[in-house]
């Protein structure tokens, strides 16, 4: 089992790096797949941190460490949860909507090559749709909290 | 002899998945002519073939000999259907069919077991309703969403009656069946237990067809998901709770499993008679 010191120093990394994502989340007006997952994942990464360390240190000889927690925590709620993540949901909402409307319009006959290359957009629209089931988890968890 | 052609089918697929260089969403191989490893009647394959040609999610075809066996390989497309089927709120699962020759041989072995009537539940493009028909049985084909009942009445060269309606509350005892197995759509985990728990209080509703009723699960023992705790590749616990016994599994190649290792088992069952 890690010790808290072993804890602490992952936090420390860890929350750097999240710090690190939000800031270029925050300077992009948009998000490829895999930089909403890994935001998300280390979302996830630094807040299971948070509360296991929060359980077992002591406000006496930590009292850095919270605060630190503490920072994190608010950069977390303030800056991601009530802003980032709301307008990642809008977006990919909106991202299916076109995607599905364009993949809908246009019945006439295709080439093979045609409808391969429009089997791609499928491809991206289920990739789009699996990370929005994934972001709605999220966002469930969060209304729990 | 079901048994060595579902092997063979499965070593089929095997080879054909190793030298298969297209792009298309989805492929799948008839072979063209009867042979000792696929002992298939001449004609029954021609219908195969025809249903594969007329059917409009295949955009191309070509011969090509895989191992001993000349073939011809179908590519297509199901996109537009399955765009379709998951706006359709009471589908439980996005079409996906199992191959041609895989229906064939499933509904083979319904026969051999002694069944009269295919009711293929959920059943897409209708291919196991057609196959039952290439067979000489009596079909019905049930399937919720409507472009895919629309797709079903062109490829009724053999009239499979396609139904547009919800299983769990269509109407049976209107078929007068009188030895059916029923062909479940959808893996276990992806909506079917729901689907076939609903369809078995219908049948189980209508006196004639407590017994002598058999019933065909599409399983997985894939690891993507949750196993279930008395097996049966998913459908172990419903087995069980339905009082049904397992018959017979066949293991063939379906259109999900083209790039996975793993085929699909087909898990036939019946009503446990009373003693």
């Known amino acids: ?145 | 002899m079901i048994e060595k052609l579902s092997k063979n089918l499965v070593n089929l697929k095997k080879e054909f998945a190793k030298i298969y260089d297209g792009t298309s969403h989805i492929q799948e191989v008839i072979p063209v002519s009867k042979s000792e490893i696929f002992p298939i009647k001449q004609q029954d394959l021609e219908l195969l073939h025809q249903f594969a040609t007329k059917n409009p999610i295949y955009y191309n075809s070509y011969e090509k000999t895989i191992g001993k066996t000349h073939c011809i390989i179908y590519e297509g497309d199901i996109n537009k259907y399955w765009l379709n089927s998951i706006q359709h709120s009471s589908s439980c699962a996005p079409f996906s069919p199992t191959w041609i020759v895989s229906a064939y041989v499933c509904v083979l072995l319904a026969k051999e077991l002694g069944y009269r009537e295919v009711i293929d539940i959920g059943s897409g493009d209708g291919r196991i309703a057609f196959c039952a028909k290439v067979l000489d049985l009596e079909s019905y084909s049930i399937e919720i969403d409507n472009m895919l009942v629309d797709l079903q009445k062109l490829l009724t060269t053999l009239d499979f009656h396609p139904y547009c309606s919800d299983a769990e509350t269509f109407d049976y005892s209107l078929l007068n069946l009188s030895q059916p197995i029923f062909f479940i759509g959808g893996l276990a985990q992806m909506g079917g237990i729901a689907l076939a728990s609903g369809v078995l209080k219908k049948i189980n509703s209508i006196s004639n067809l407590k017994k002598n009723t058999g019933w065909v699960f599409v399983g997985t023992n894939s690891q993507k998901y949750q196993p279930d705790p008395k097996n049966m590749a998913g459908w172990g616990t419903l087995i069980e709770k339905n009082n049904l016994k397992s018959i017979q599994t066949i293991t063939l190649p379906t259109v999900w499993t083209f790039h996975e290792s793993e085929e699909t088992p087909y898990v036939f069952a019946e009503t446990v008679s009373d003693k």
């Open chain 1, 1 to 145: 089992m890690a010790s808290i010191d072993d804890i602490s120093s992952m936090f420390h990394t860890e929350s750097e790096k999240l710090e690190h994502l939000i800031n270029n989340v925050t300077k992009k007006s948009e998000l490829s797949i895999p930089e909403i997952i890994e935001t998300y994942y280390q979302i996830i990464n630094v807040s299971s941190m948070s509360t296991v360390l929060k359980q077992q240190i002591n406000a006496n000889e930590h009292q850095t460490l919270l605060d630190k927690i503490a920072k994190i925590d608010k950069v977390i709620s303030d800056k991601f949860n009530s802003n980032i993540h709301p307008q990642i949901m809008e977006k990919l909402a909106n991202s299916i909507q076109n995607t599905t409307k364009n993949l809908q319009s246009g019945n006439e006959e295709k080439s093979k090559e045609e409808i391969e290359n429009k089997a791609k957009e499928y491809e991206e629209l289920r990739q789009i749709m699996s990370t929005k089931e994934f972001v709605e988890q999220y966002d469930k968890e969060l209304s729990h909290d």
